[in-house]
């Protein structure tokens, strides 16, 4: 067998022992790259409840401009 194709089998095998799922490139990772994903995390949920809290007052807004109608 070619050394090369010896070679092959053993990255492959070796890189499907690391894991490529979220969670686990997440656990794997520096603490720096931890922490601004949680950051990043953190200000998605913070702007997701902006978003709605704004859609919930425009809402309420305009039902109380159809009812001056």
Known sequence: ???NSIDSVNV??????VGF???DMFL???W???AVMLIL????FW?????????TKM???QAGADRFE
Do not use: H, Y
Not at 41 to 44: E, L, R, V
């Open 32 to 34: 720096v790259v931890q």
């Open 41 to 44: 995390i953190a200000a998605s």
């Open 59 to 61: 809402k309420s807004v």
């Open 12 to 17: 492959g095998e070796s890189a499907a022992s």
């Open 28 to 30: 794997n990772a520096d």
């Open 1 to 3: 067998m070619d050394n």
């Open 47 to 55: 702007c997701w409840t902006i978003i709605f809290a704004k859609l």
């Open 21 to 23: 799922s979220p969670l």
